[in-house]
């Protein structure tokens, strides 16, 4: 049975502490706008990342970049327990300066990190979460979730500067055989790819790499790539006017037809909607 024991939710920010049996799965992989801070304060959990499966451990502190595709799998332990903070850059608007917020989210980098938290930094992040809690459920004003999330970057600045604390990224050797094929759909998934033509790029047969790529990655072939190509879709009519016929063709879609079939399905919008939205 899954407990929550925090959560607090709004349009920039999300943090939610919960316990939950292994069993639990991400419905679907995704990526977002917020950097996201994950703390695997018990058990243990696999996440795909970018291009690469990797095994997180009681103590380790994950820091994934916006925009960047991810999902958690199964760990091999009964339950696992986390904190996760999801952190917009909009968050600070009208509270700090952009020139400070951009200092201070400098912190978290471009590339997700990881660390492995000795049993002091363990309970010095558990405190900082653990005194947090407590005022936030005052529910006087926003000033707690200020303090918290100044005193977490301050926290993650220190690790940076400790490099015993950095754990080197590795895979699984399953997952090792699939990262150069993961590379090769992010390199090539604004083209007019398939699951076959990757096959025969890596001379295996398409029922063998799309089991071994789900078993792998926790996503579906055409899933990843669909992910993929609808994050770039998003980014380009945020920032561009290019037509919606344009911008299907430039991230591998025949038909824009098509293109804002799967657009809608995934967002609930159709792309010229969703550009209206996201450029008032």
């Given at each position: 049975m899954s407990t929550t024991h925090f959560q607090k939710y709004d349009s920039n920010l999300f943090i939610e502490h919960v316990t939950r049996p292994n069993t639990y799965a991400m419905q679907r992989g995704h990526a977002h706008g917020a950097y996201e801070v994950y703390f695997q304060s018990d058990?243990?959990?696999?996440?795909?990342?970018?291009?690469r499966t990797i095994h997180?451990?009681?103590g380790d502190l994950l820091i994934i970049p916006p925009y960047m595709i991810h999902r958690s799998l199964n760990g091999d332990e009964g339950y696992y327990e986390r904190i996760l903070v999801e952190l917009h850059p909009d968050f600070f608007s009208g509270l700090i300066t952009t020139h400070l917020r951009d200092q201070l989210l400098q912190t978290l980098d471009a590339k997700f990190q990881i660390y492995r938290l000795s049993n002091k930094s363990i309970l010095s992040l558990n405190n900082i979460f653990h005194d947090y809690v407590i005022n936030e459920k005052k529910g006087e004003d926003d000033l707690p979730t200020?303090?918290?999330l100044l005193e977490l970057l301050r926290f993650i600045k220190e690790l940076k500067?400790?490099?015993?604390?950095?754990?080197?990224?590795?895979?699984?050797p399953l997952s090792r055989r699939m990262i150069s094929v993961v590379q090769y759909i992010n390199n090539r998934y604004t083209q007019d790819i398939g699951l076959d033509q990757v096959a025969e790029a890596f001379f295996i047969s398409p029922e063998h790499l799309s089991r071994s790529f789900k078993q792998s990655t926790g996503f579906t072939f055409n899933e990843y790539l669909t992910n993929l190509r609808m994050l770039e879709a998003e980014k380009l009519l945020?920032?561009?006017r290019l037509s919606i016929a344009q911008i299907a063709s430039s991230i591998g879609y025949q038909s824009h037809t098509h293109f804002g079939r799967v657009f809608r399905q995934k967002h609930g919008l159709t792309p010229s909607y969703y550009r209206k939205k996201v450029n008032p």
């Open positions: 058990g243990d959990r696999y996440f795909f990342i970018h291009d997180l451990e009681r200020l303090i918290f500067g400790n490099r015993s604390n950095q754990v080197s990224i590795e895979s699984d945020k920032s561009t």
